[in-house]
């Protein structure tokens, strides 16, 4: 495998690849036999892929999604109101999009494509808040951003 490959398959930007580039390249010409330079790309691959996932760390926020089931249409024909408890799900996203998409994957991983309130065993992820042009199956009451709220203020302040 190349040593671009080895790099750019290890990190997410091209600037970050290009960086590890030059550091290796600068290796080599410090007289570094082919197997270190080898170890020495994989240790620099690894490095920088470290570094992007604190970066994306540090980007991302809590938020605490509210919402309650809409209405559904049952096999009869007739509106239904689905009788399931509202969601309250906390979230690590770097913004408001990106958080109704991370939390709409969280919740197909609980229910799976079958809510029998619903009367539906077809569910999709893209269906919880209505992405790429779906009905929502969830009703956003309020999105917090931060740490979650609690009713307890002394758990506030817990380590």
């Not at 920088?48 to 089931?69: G, P, S």
């Not at 509106?79 to 919740?107: C, F, G, N, R």
Request: proline share 4%; net charge negative; glycine share 6%.
């Amino acid at each position: 495998m190349n040593t671009t490959k080895k790099i750019t398959d290890r990190v997410e930007t091209y600037e970050q690849a290009r960086d590890a580039m030059l550091a290796a390249d600068h290796s080599v010409k410090a007289g570094y036999n082919e197997d270190q330079v080898n170890r020495l790309h994989d240790g620099l691959a690894a490095d920088a892929a470290d570094l992007v996932q604190e970066l994306a760390r540090e980007q991302r926020e809590d938020f605490t999604i509210v919402a309650d089931w809409e209405t559904a249409i049952g096999s009869d024909g007739e509106t239904m109101s689905p009788d399931l408890l509202p969601v309250v799900i906390t979230v690590q996203a770097s913004d408001q999009e990106v958080a109704y998409w991370a939390a709409a994957h969280k919740l197909f991983d609980y229910f799976g494509p079958v809510i029998e309130a619903l009367g539906r065993t077809d569910v999709m992820d893209e269906e919880f808040f209505g992405h790429q042009g779906r009905t929502a199956l969830l009703r956003v009451a309020a999105i917090f951003r931060g740490l979650p709220p609690l009713a307890d203020t002394e758990l506030c302040h817990v380590p």
